[in-house]
Protein backbone atom coordinates (compact mmCIF):
# COMPACT_ATOMS: atom_id res chain seq x y z
CA UNK A 1 0.00 0.00 0.00
CA UNK A 2 1.45 3.36 -0.82
CA UNK A 3 1.78 5.95 1.68
CA UNK A 4 0.02 8.71 -0.43
CA UNK A 5 -2.97 7.59 -2.43
CA UNK A 6 -4.34 10.01 -4.90
CA UNK A 7 -6.60 9.53 -7.59
CA UNK A 8 -4.94 10.10 -10.80
CA UNK A 9 -8.42 11.72 -12.63
CA UNK A 10 -8.38 12.88 -15.23
CA UNK A 11 -10.85 15.26 -14.04
CA UNK A 12 -12.82 17.44 -16.50
CA UNK A 13 -15.14 20.36 -15.38
CA UNK A 14 -16.76 23.20 -17.23
CA UNK A 15 -16.13 26.48 -16.19
CA UNK A 16 -17.02 28.12 -12.83
CA UNK A 17 -17.61 24.62 -11.42
CA UNK A 18 -16.33 23.81 -8.05
CA UNK A 19 -13.41 21.11 -7.98
CA UNK A 20 -12.67 18.90 -5.21
CA UNK A 21 -9.25 17.04 -5.09
CA UNK A 22 -8.61 14.58 -2.35
CA UNK A 23 -5.53 12.46 -0.91
CA UNK A 24 -5.66 9.92 1.49
CA UNK A 25 -2.27 8.63 3.82
CA UNK A 26 -1.40 5.58 5.84
CA UNK A 27 1.25 7.66 7.75
CA UNK A 28 -0.05 8.79 11.55
CA UNK A 29 3.48 10.82 11.55
CA UNK A 30 3.05 13.17 8.28
CA UNK A 31 2.89 16.95 10.33
CA UNK A 32 2.32 18.99 7.41
CA UNK A 33 0.74 18.97 4.07
CA UNK A 34 0.80 20.48 1.28
CA UNK A 35 -0.86 21.03 -2.42
CA UNK A 36 1.65 21.45 -5.32
CA UNK A 37 0.55 22.56 -9.43
CA UNK A 38 2.35 21.51 -11.99
CA UNK A 39 1.58 22.73 -15.58
CA UNK A 40 2.47 20.23 -18.33
CA UNK A 41 6.01 20.00 -19.15
CA UNK A 42 6.53 22.63 -15.95
CA UNK A 43 8.23 21.75 -12.80
CA UNK A 44 5.68 21.90 -9.49
CA UNK A 45 4.87 24.78 -7.27
CA UNK A 46 3.61 25.15 -4.27
CA UNK A 47 0.27 26.39 -3.72
CA UNK A 48 -0.97 25.92 -0.68
CA UNK A 49 0.31 24.57 3.10
CA UNK A 50 -0.78 23.79 5.86
CA UNK A 51 0.33 21.88 9.27
CA UNK A 52 -2.94 21.18 11.36
CA UNK A 53 -6.05 20.29 10.76
CA UNK A 54 -9.21 22.02 9.97
CA UNK A 55 -9.45 24.77 6.95
CA UNK A 56 -6.96 27.06 5.03
CA UNK A 57 -8.40 29.19 2.57
CA UNK A 58 -6.46 31.51 0.10
CA UNK A 59 -8.69 33.35 -3.10
CA UNK A 60 -10.11 30.62 -4.70
CA UNK A 61 -8.42 28.11 -2.81
CA UNK A 62 -9.52 25.97 0.26
CA UNK A 63 -7.44 23.50 1.64
CA UNK A 64 -8.71 21.17 4.26
CA UNK A 65 -6.96 18.67 6.19
CA UNK A 66 -9.02 15.78 8.90
CA UNK A 67 -5.68 14.11 10.74
CA UNK A 68 -8.29 11.63 12.36
CA UNK A 69 -9.51 10.37 8.85
CA UNK A 70 -6.20 11.24 7.53
CA UNK A 71 -7.54 12.82 4.59
CA UNK A 72 -6.63 16.38 3.06
CA UNK A 73 -8.64 18.11 0.18
CA UNK A 74 -8.31 20.72 -2.47
CA UNK A 75 -11.54 22.91 -3.06
CA UNK A 76 -10.94 25.41 -6.61
CA UNK A 77 -14.25 27.68 -6.42
CA UNK A 78 -14.95 29.53 -9.60
CA UNK A 79 -12.38 27.42 -11.72
CA UNK A 80 -11.00 28.74 -14.76
CA UNK A 81 -9.07 27.37 -17.77
CA UNK A 82 -6.23 28.95 -16.14
CA UNK A 83 -6.53 26.04 -13.71
CA UNK A 84 -6.08 23.42 -16.01
CA UNK A 85 -2.71 21.45 -14.11
CA UNK A 86 -1.92 18.28 -12.62
CA UNK A 87 -2.55 19.06 -8.85
CA UNK A 88 -0.16 17.18 -6.51
CA UNK A 89 -0.60 16.46 -2.81
CA UNK A 90 2.29 16.18 -0.52
CA UNK A 91 2.84 15.22 3.32
CA UNK A 92 6.04 15.13 5.86
CA UNK A 93 7.86 14.58 7.99
CA UNK A 94 10.00 12.87 5.27
CA UNK A 95 8.49 14.35 1.92
CA UNK A 96 6.09 12.21 0.09
CA UNK A 97 3.75 13.01 -2.76
CA UNK A 98 0.62 11.67 -4.66
CA UNK A 99 0.55 10.64 -7.51
CA UNK A 100 -1.31 13.89 -8.69
CA UNK A 101 -4.68 14.22 -10.33
CA UNK A 102 -4.99 15.98 -13.82
CA UNK A 103 -7.90 18.58 -14.67
CA UNK A 104 -8.96 20.33 -17.13
CA UNK A 105 -11.38 23.07 -17.07
CA UNK A 106 -13.18 23.43 -20.12
CA UNK A 107 -14.62 26.99 -21.23
CA UNK B 1 17.24 35.13 -10.87
CA UNK B 2 16.95 32.58 -12.55
CA UNK B 3 15.81 30.17 -9.59
CA UNK B 4 16.76 26.55 -10.00
CA UNK B 5 17.84 25.55 -13.44
CA UNK B 6 18.50 22.38 -14.85
CA UNK B 7 20.79 20.83 -17.74
CA UNK B 8 20.35 19.36 -20.30
CA UNK B 9 16.61 19.43 -20.90
CA UNK B 10 16.66 16.33 -22.54
CA UNK B 11 18.60 12.95 -23.08
CA UNK B 12 18.43 9.73 -24.90
CA UNK B 13 21.02 6.94 -23.72
CA UNK B 14 21.47 3.97 -24.75
CA UNK B 15 21.35 1.21 -21.85
CA UNK B 16 24.72 1.09 -20.30
CA UNK B 17 25.72 4.69 -21.22
CA UNK B 18 26.67 7.43 -18.40
CA UNK B 19 25.32 10.76 -17.99
CA UNK B 20 25.37 13.74 -15.55
CA UNK B 21 22.40 15.80 -14.50
CA UNK B 22 23.39 19.14 -13.30
CA UNK B 23 21.24 21.58 -11.50
CA UNK B 24 22.07 24.76 -10.37
CA UNK B 25 20.41 27.69 -7.82
CA UNK B 26 20.66 30.91 -6.93
CA UNK B 27 18.54 31.80 -4.15
CA UNK B 28 21.49 30.78 -1.58
CA UNK B 29 19.60 27.37 -0.69
CA UNK B 30 21.08 25.06 1.80
CA UNK B 31 18.97 21.85 1.14
CA UNK B 32 18.70 20.73 -2.28
CA UNK B 33 16.80 17.38 -4.15
CA UNK B 34 16.62 15.22 -6.90
CA UNK B 35 13.33 13.43 -8.11
CA UNK B 36 12.39 11.35 -10.33
CA UNK B 37 8.55 11.62 -11.77
CA UNK B 38 6.98 8.79 -13.42
CA UNK B 39 2.67 7.84 -14.55
CA UNK B 40 0.83 6.84 -11.63
CA UNK B 41 3.98 7.08 -9.39
CA UNK B 42 4.29 10.80 -8.44
CA UNK B 43 7.21 12.39 -7.87
CA UNK B 44 9.79 10.00 -5.87
CA UNK B 45 12.57 11.06 -3.87
CA UNK B 46 16.24 9.78 -5.15
CA UNK B 47 18.87 11.63 -3.48
CA UNK B 48 19.11 15.01 -1.33
CA UNK B 49 21.57 17.24 0.06
CA UNK B 50 21.24 19.53 3.16
CA UNK B 51 24.21 21.32 2.36
CA UNK B 52 27.88 21.85 0.55
CA UNK B 53 29.45 18.79 0.56
CA UNK B 54 26.95 16.52 2.02
CA UNK B 55 24.60 13.54 0.45
CA UNK B 56 21.76 11.14 1.64
CA UNK B 57 19.83 8.94 -0.10
CA UNK B 58 16.06 8.79 -0.65
CA UNK B 59 13.19 6.55 -1.58
CA UNK B 60 14.88 5.36 -4.50
CA UNK B 61 18.54 5.95 -4.49
CA UNK B 62 19.82 2.61 -6.64
CA UNK B 63 21.60 3.05 -9.51
CA UNK B 64 22.10 6.56 -9.22
CA UNK B 65 25.07 8.62 -6.88
CA UNK B 66 25.22 12.64 -6.21
CA UNK B 67 27.71 15.33 -5.75
CA UNK B 68 27.44 18.92 -3.83
CA UNK B 69 30.70 20.39 -4.05
CA UNK B 70 29.45 23.95 -4.36
CA UNK B 71 26.56 24.98 -2.75
CA UNK B 72 24.51 26.03 -5.84
CA UNK B 73 24.79 22.97 -7.70
CA UNK B 74 23.82 19.51 -7.02
CA UNK B 75 24.64 17.01 -9.77
CA UNK B 76 22.84 13.44 -10.52
CA UNK B 77 25.09 10.80 -12.12
CA UNK B 78 23.89 7.67 -13.76
CA UNK B 79 27.07 5.46 -13.93
CA UNK B 80 25.40 2.73 -16.10
CA UNK B 81 21.47 3.51 -17.55
CA UNK B 82 18.93 1.21 -17.96
CA UNK B 83 15.65 1.13 -19.75
CA UNK B 84 13.66 1.40 -15.44
CA UNK B 85 15.39 5.02 -15.43
CA UNK B 86 13.33 6.45 -18.29
CA UNK B 87 11.71 9.16 -16.55
CA UNK B 88 11.68 13.21 -16.14
CA UNK B 89 14.18 13.98 -13.28
CA UNK B 90 13.22 17.61 -11.23
CA UNK B 91 15.71 19.23 -8.81
CA UNK B 92 14.54 21.17 -6.29
CA UNK B 93 15.91 23.43 -3.68
CA UNK B 94 14.87 25.46 -0.14
CA UNK B 95 15.99 27.14 2.46
CA UNK B 96 15.67 24.49 5.07
CA UNK B 97 14.15 21.47 5.47
CA UNK B 98 11.21 19.58 5.28
CA UNK B 99 8.55 23.05 6.68
CA UNK B 100 10.29 24.96 4.08
CA UNK B 101 8.90 25.40 0.40
CA UNK B 102 10.89 23.43 -2.00
CA UNK B 103 11.00 25.27 -5.78
CA UNK B 104 11.39 23.08 -8.54
CA UNK B 105 13.68 22.95 -11.79
CA UNK B 106 11.92 22.47 -14.80
CA UNK B 107 12.73 19.27 -15.39
CA UNK B 108 14.88 16.64 -17.58
CA UNK B 109 12.99 13.73 -19.64
CA UNK B 110 15.64 10.96 -20.33
CA UNK B 111 14.83 8.14 -22.16
CA UNK B 112 17.01 4.67 -21.91
CA UNK B 113 16.75 2.82 -25.43
Known amino acids: QKEVEQDPGPLSVPEGAIVSLNCTYSNSAFQYFMWYRQYSRKGPELLMYTYSSGNKEDGRFTAQVDKSSKYISLFIRDSQPSDSATYLC???????FGAGTRLTVKP | NAGVTQTPKFRVLKTGQSMTLLCAQD?????MYWYRQDPGMGLRLIHY???????AKGEVPDGYNVSRLKKQNFLLGLESAAPSQTSVYFCASSASGNLDEQYFGPGTRLTVT
Open chain 1, 90 to 96: AMGGDMR
Open chain 2, 49 to 55: SVGEGTT
Open chain 2, 27 to 31: MNHEY
